[in-house]
């Protein structure tokens, strides 16, 4: 070595070396863990909106068959979770002389509706239907 010259460290990393390492990996983990967080959230909802349109298919379908078909509207709990209500309107057809028929035609409408973090959301099915006069 020359005179003059100091010999250089170990080889070791610095303090301020591994707090900048810590840092990216502090920040590249929250990324990836909110990554995962939004992702559980999206197939939550998507099991939700699913599951909500099974339980409204099964109510429209049960409408008729199960139970009377009566216009008006009516409300239910299927579980702690989802509840459903019925709405079920004349269906007017301009031109059409109503009296002549033997069917009367029904506007059936399905909502099935769930909370979801303080805010609700819905799923709605709507019919026709022909009952007797």
């Not at 099974?54 to 009516?74: F, H, N």
């Not at 409300?75 to 109503?98: C, I, L, Q, S």
């Not at 028929?101 to 409408?109: A, F, H, I, N, R």
């Amino acid at each position: 070595m020359e005179k003059g010259q100091k010999e250089s460290a170990d080889g070791g990393f610095t303090l301020i070396e591994v707090l900048v390492a810590l840092t990216i990996l502090a920040i590249s983990l929250a990324i990836i863990f909110s990554i995962f967080s939004v992702g559980l959230r999206g197939r939550r909802a998507a099991e939700n909106y699913e599951q909500a349109t099974m339980l409204a298919e099964s109510k429209l379908s049960s409408l008729g068959a199960d139970e009377p078909i009566r216009e008006g509207e009516t409300v239910g709990r299927f579980d702690n979770r989802f509840w459903w209500k019925t709405v079920v309107t004349p269906y007017h057809e301009a031109g059409r002389n109503e009296d002549k028929d033997t069917l009367k035609p029904l506007v059936v409408t399905v909502t099935v509706l769930w909370g979801d973090g303080g805010e609700n959301k819905s799923v709605s099915l709507k019919t026709l239907r022909l009952v007797p006069r």
